[in-house]
T-cell receptor, first 113, second 116 residues
């Protein structure tokens, strides 16, 4: 089945450690996105990528990094510089056209302990 | 700058009641696209409907209907005869081209609870 897979579903991290969230898609989509979801704030864009080896900062990129070495994969690293990393992270993909819907993974809930 | 406002944070209705979720947007572009997504407790957002800025025809799909009005910059979503399975968070989103890229802005979501 085509879709987006995020792993792990739950992730615990000690303060000061970097952690990488995985996102893989087999929909052959060029565009991929990372969103952060906090209660009452909706989805906020962290990074997006329209093609391989290219990515752009979203609205809240500070403390995060990404790579796009393969079309299928768009991992997100939450660095120790991110002051408040505990949140629900959603990965999405779509075609680059603005009139197409995005397909979402099931999310990763990151908790810093 | 584009903006999407969902003023209703949480709504509770009794099963079989109708419920309307409001969405108001702001954009300077003449070409844009509006979406509704549903987020059940599992966490994954599911696409429900898309509308482009040139198509104000309202749509009905089963128990769902959408009312798009450019004059008031609104794209409201109505569930008729609500069911417990409709309980979820619903997001309205606005998509437009920005600097050669697709930029999508989401509202803050409306949490719908349908009580049996």
């Amino acid at each position: 089945d085509g879709g987006i897979t995020q792993s792990p579903k739950y992730l615990f991290r000690k303060e000061g450690q970097n952690v990488t969230l995985s996102c893989e898609q087999n929909l052959n989509h060029d565009a991929m996105y990372w969103y952060r979801q906090d209660p009452g704030q909706g989805l906020r864009l962290i990074y997006y990528s329209q093609i391989v080896n290219d990515f752009q900062k979203g609205d809240i990129a500070e403390g995060y990094s990404v790579s796009r070495e393969k079309k299928e994969s768009f991992p997100l690293t939450v660095t120790s510089a991110q002051k408040n990393p505990t949140a629900f992270y959603l990965c999405a993909s779509s075609t680059p056209r603005p009139n197409t819907e995005a397909f979402f993974g099931q999310g990763t809930r990151l908790t810093v302990v | 700058a584009q903006k999407v406002t969902q003023a209703q944070t949480e709504i509770s209705v009794v099963e079989k009641e109708d419920v309307t979720l409001d969405c108001v947007y702001e954009t300077r572009d003449t070409t844009y696209y509006l979406f509704w997504y549903k987020q059940p407790p599992s966490g994954e957002l599911v696409f429900l409907i898309r509308r482009n800025s040139f198509d104000e025809q309202n749509e009905i799909s089963g128990r769902y209907s959408w009312n798009f009005q450019k004059s008031t910059s609104s794209f409201n979503f109505t569930i008729t005869a609500s069911q417990v399975v409709d309980s979820a968070v619903y997001f309205c989103a606005l998509s437009e081209r920005s600097g050669g890229y697709q930029k999508v802005t989401f509202g803050t979501g409306t949490k719908l609870q349908v009580i049996p």
